[in-house]
C-alpha cells in the first residue's frame, strides 16, 4: 500500500478502491455497499480515512446515504459535478477552446432534434426572448440572454444532458464578454464576406422548419467561435 500511496494521499487510494470495486462487482443505483467499519477493516485504514473518502463520493453523486439502508450507490449527475470545477479563471486557453469547440458542436449536431420537435408555442416564446434582447444596448455578448435562448433550443432539443449543459458554459460566455474584443475582431473581418446571424435569424429558420438552413445558420452564428477555435489551435498557443 505505502508504494501505492506515495503517488497521492491514503484518502485518495481508498476513494479509488471503493470506485474500483463498484466497477468490478457491476454495482447498480441502490445497491448497498460496506458500512465504514468493514471498509476500514478491507482496506486496513482508520474510520477517519474511510469517512472523507465516503464524504467524496457522495459530493460527486457516486454514492448517498439512505435511511434503514446506509450506503447505496447512486447515480452520479455528471454535469452537477463539473459545473464546481468549471471556472473560466481556473482553466487553461486549452480547456475554454475545447468547452467552445463542444458547444459548437453540439449546436450544430442537435439541429434535426430541434427541428423534428420544435411547436408554434416553442417559436413564440423564442421571439419573445430576442424582442428582450433587442432592447440591450451593450455590444456585448448579453450573457442573460444567451443563457435563456440556448436553454430554450436546448429544452427543445429534449435531451436532460443537453439542457444541463447550458450550465456548464456559463463560465466561457463570461470568458467570451471579458475577451469580447478578441472575439469580435473575427466578426469584423468576416462582416463584408457573411451576414451576420444572430438569435432573430435562427428563429426564422425554425419556423420554416429548414433543417439545411438552420444549421449553416447556426454555423455562421457561432463563427467568430469557430475562427477563434481555429486561429489559436493553428498557432498552438493553447496553454
Known amino acids: 500500500m505505502e508504494e501505492i500511496v506515495k503517488s ?8 479509488s478502491q471503493i470506485i474500483k470495486d463498484i466497477r468490478q462487482n457491476k ?3 441502490g445497491a448497498e455497499i460496506p458500512n465504514e467499519m468493514e471498509l476500514a477493516v478491507k482496506y486496513d485504514v482508520g474510520r477517519n480515512v474511510i469517512r472523507e473518502s465516503l464524504s467524496r463520493l457522495r459530493m460527486l453523486g457516486i454514492i448517498e446515504s439512505r435511511k434503514r439502508r ?9 454535469i452537477h459535478s ?13 480547456t475554454i477552446l475545447n468547452l467552445l469547440g463542444m458547444r459548437v458542436s453540439l449546436e450544430i449536431g442537435c439541429a434535426s432534434f430541434i427541428i423534428n420537435n420544435v411547436t408554434d408555442d416553442d417559436i413564440k416564446e423564442l421571439k419573445k426572448i430576442v424582442a428582450r434582447e433587442a432592447k440591450t444596448k451593450d455590444i456585448k455578448i448579453d450573457i442573460e440572454a444567451e443563457q435563456a435562448f440556448h436553454s430554450k433550443i436546448y429544452s ?37 464576406a457573411r451576414q451576420q446571424v444572430g438569435h432573430k435569424e435562427l428563429v426564422s429558420f425554425l419556423e420554416a422548419r429548414d433543417l439545411k438552413g438552420y444549421q449553416k445558420a447556426v454555423e455562421e452564428h457561432l463563427r467568430a467561435y469557430i475562427d477563434y477555435i481555429n ?9
Open 8 to 15: 497521492g494521499t491514503l484518502v485518495d487510494w481508498v476513494e
Open 27 to 29: 454495482m447498480k443505483i
Open 70 to 78: 446506509g450506503m447505496v450507490v447512486a447515480e452520479p449527475n455528471i
Open 82 to 94: 463539473l459545473k464546481k470545477v468549471i471556472n473560466p479563471y481556473m482553466l487553461s486557453k486549452e
Open 156 to 192: 427543445i432539443a429534449k435531451n436532460r444532458v443537453m439542457l444541463d449543459f447550458i450550465s456548464l458554459l456559463l463560465p466561457v460566455f463570461r470568458y467570451v464578454n471579458d475577451h469580447f474584443e478578441d472575439f469580435d475582431r473575427f466578426n469584423q473581418m468576416n462582416a463584408g
Open 231 to 239: 486561429f489559436w489551435s493553428k498557432l498552438d498557443l493553447a496553454y
